[in-house]
């Protein structure tokens, strides 16, 4: 609040929650025979190269679409997520460019120069058509990479565009969404826990080989923000397009 010079100032106090996580566990386990093991030269480093590239991926999904049931608590299913409606008469598994215009107004002004795209990647034929039009022609909305904006993998509404698995197919909710993953808080203990025993399948001369991260993630927003002035729409840094069935 503003005052007068001289005049006495009060105090507000200011209302904190409190958030626990505890630590889930992702597992892996993975039985090699004695063979195997002297037959393939490395075979132990691969197995962990390859365990650590699935979960990353598997981390990833939880981030996008865990449930928060022991497992991390994806933006998607965020009460913090605001979902921006089809148009009237869209039809089914399609992208307009009043869908890419209107998530955008949706995103938290603080949030969008780090917000990206994150997409399936069979909605690329649908965003190679849209285009903002302006008198009888128009401008394209999603500039394709080495060509307009030279980036990595391409723009959207100048925004950063990347190609995931675990985003939904074409025309579900998670097919796109915008997001600014810096307002999602990933805690982990330890990083990925390796250890192996010749013990377990003994009998049958197989070493099995275990791999253990305890993590967790929320974000850390609870709801989505009515703004100070304006419409009543909601801003949050996770919006995504709702169903168009």
Known sequence: YWIQEADVKTASKPKFSRREMSLEELIGVFYATDNLLQDTAALGAMVSGMFGEEFGFMLDDAIYNGTGAGQPLGILNSTALVSVAKESGQAADTIVADNIEKMYSRMWAPSLPRAEWYINQEIYPQLFNLKMVIGTGGVPLFMPPSGLSQAPYGTLM????????QAAALGDVGDIV?????????????????????????????????FVMRVNGQPRWRAALTPYKGTSSTLSPFVALAERA
């Open 178 to 210: 915008f997001a600014d993953l810096s307002q999602y808080v990933l805690i982990e203990k330890g990083g990925i826990q390796s250890a192996s025993s010749i013990h377990v399948k003994f009998l049958t001369d197989e070493t099995a080989f275990r």
């Open 158 to 165: 100048g925004r950063p565009v990347n190609p995931i698995e």
